[in-house]
């Protein structure tokens, strides 16, 4: 049995040189093994980095020199070569280069002559023609005058604007307005600065109560006409309330807040009489004054160096010092009688101080 085992594998190994030497020689043949000399003489793909070497022939020039004389040697060979060069060769260039020569002094020569001529022939000048002309001159100037003498009376006498002026004019203010707001507001300012509620313009009113007004007391007024302060409309029949003060018999009085529903308006207003002068005439406060005055001295000068000076003297005497000087305060309040619907004005202080 053993020998048969040993018998088989050598017959194995016999057998596989035979089927591994095929493939082994295809594989050989398939990666080029055998094909030398046709992979050498096959041309190789790519670009080719062997540079030619340089190869010059003796009548190539090599320089930019060389360049600039061959050209030079081929220009004289055409020459030479052509009808040019054979009359040279022949002599006859000489002769042509003399008589091109010739030719032109002669027509130099020419030309001299001909301006000669000219300067020979020109007629001679006449001196009489510049007094024409001089006498024409002024005729011109004086036409001028007179044109322009004419136009000015013309616009003289024409008093009355162009109306093609007077568009353009229009036209122009428009512009200037578009491109400067500003000179409408001016222009708005400058009209209510003359329309009827002007700084000189007073507005009527009236007194209201019959009262008798001190120093401080509260005066009410009533508005006669419409009012405009600050853009706003004040209506008419509106009543107006200020303080009073006495002063060099007159009672100034001054309003400085006017209330329009639920607003209080800030304005600056003073009341004239229709005499022009400010405040309202008080003769009367001269006289009240000199009898309270009077009063409070005859109060003053009561005196107590008669009675026993005892603690209830005392007593009594500053009691009585304090009734003289409530009495003496009380003579001296001035007052000023007021009728109701006595006519005044009121005067827009803050137009004024613009």
């Known amino acids: 049995m053993k020998t048969e085992l040993n018998r088989d594998k050598r017959r194995v190994l016999l057998f596989i ?9 295809l594989g050989f043949y398939a990666m080029g093994g055998g ?12 670009i080719n980095t062997n540079l030619p070497n340089a190869s010059f022939s003796t009548d190539t020039p090599k320089t930019k020199a060389d360049y600039y004389q061959q050209a030079d040697r081929n220009s004289s060979n055409k020459e030479d070569n052509g009808i040019a060069g054979i009359a040279g060769q022949l002599g006859f260039s000489d002769l042509k280069r003399k008589a091109g020569s010739q030719d032109e002094q002669t027509k130099q020569i020419n030309e001299k002559l001909e301006a000669l001529n000219r300067e020979i022939n020109k007629p001679e000048p006449v001196y009489g023609q510049p007094k024409t002309v001089a006498k024409a001159q002024p005729s011109n100037i004086k036409n001028d005058v007179d044109r322009l003498e004419a136009l000015m009376k013309t616009m003289q006498d024409n008093k009355y604007e162009d109306p093609e002026m007077a568009q353009l004019n229009t036209m122009m203010q428009n512009i200037l307005d578009i491109q400067h707001p500003e000179r409408i507001t ?20 009236i007194i209201v109560d019959n009262q008798k007004a001190v120093q401080g007391a509260t005066i ?11 853009g706003m409309l004040i209506p008419k029949g509106q009543e107006l309330f200020g303080a009073c003060r006495i002063t060099n018999q007159r009672l100034l009085l001054d309003i400085k807040n006017i209330r329009l529903g639920t607003s209080i308006i800030p304005v600056d207003l003073s009341v004239y009489s229709l005499d022009g002068m400010i405040g309202i005439d008080a003769p009367e406060a001269l006289l009240t004054g000199a009898l309270n005055n009077g009063t409070d001295n005859a109060v003053r000068s009561i005196g107590f160096g008669g009675f026993d000076q005892s603690v209830a003297t005392q007593v009594a005497g500053a009691g009585i010092d304090a009734a003289r000087q409530l009495v003496s305060k009380k ?4 007052k000023v009688k007021l009728k109701s619907g006595y006519s005044v004005l009121l005067r827009n202080n803050q137009l004024s101080s613009r």
Request: proline share 9%; net charge positive.
């Open 17 to 25: 040189p035979i089927l591994i030497v095929p493939f082994m020689a």
């Open 35 to 46: 094909r030398g000399d046709e992979l050498l003489s096959k041309p190789s793909a790519g």
């Open 331 to 334: 003579v001296r309040n001035i």
């Open 186 to 205: 001016q222009r708005m300012q400058f009209t209510q600065s003359l329309s009827p509620d002007s700084q000189f313009r007073a507005t009527p009113a």
């Open 220 to 230: 009410k007024i009533r508005l006669q006409d419409t009012l405009r302060i600050n």
